[in-house]
């Protein structure tokens, strides 16, 4: 596609929320546009930037024999409660409930929901090692948020869990 068809467009002036040089850069270059404080959105030229790098990232982790899953971003709270970090993470989890009044957050994070797959899927240590992955929207309502994507309430993630036999597994696993 042709640049001047494009929608993007740069911008001359540094904004005056953005106090990093990366954030500074991601907003004149056109390639997102805050929405509110924390929240943005992802331009054309932001997005295929974001796609190359999550890309790049497969391959890495593809390479290294790590599977590639999707999580939901909805989670139940029973989870959390029983690992007991629906208090710990406190006002940064963003809580909702369904219409049958049940609890259910944004996912900050997906350790809780990762062990739960592997807990009812492998029914052998055989199965073991494994080593999962997700690159996912996380949602966090940060208590001041800044930098741009760095501090914001919603953000792309790359996290990777390994499960294996023993503390010696994981030691080799995290090496990898």
Partial sequence: MKVSKMLFKTLREIPAEAEIASHQLML????????????Y????LGLRSLHKVEQIIREEMDAAGAQELLMSAILPAEYYQESGRWDVFGPEMFRLKDRNDRDFCLGPTHEEIF?????????????LPQTLYQIQ??????RRPRFGVMRSR???????????????GLDVSYQN
């Fill in 41 to 44: 959105s992802y331009l054309p």
């Fill in 137 to 142: 929207t996380k949602y966090r309502d940060e």
């Fill in 154 to 168: 919603e953000f792309m993630m790359k996290d990777a869990y390994s499960f294996d036999r023993d503390e010696a």
């Fill in 28 to 39: 004149r270059a056109g390639l997102m546009r805050k929405l509110a404080s924390g929240v």
């Fill in 115 to 127: 062990t739960q797959t592997v807990k009812s899927e492998v029914s052998s240590y055989r199965q």
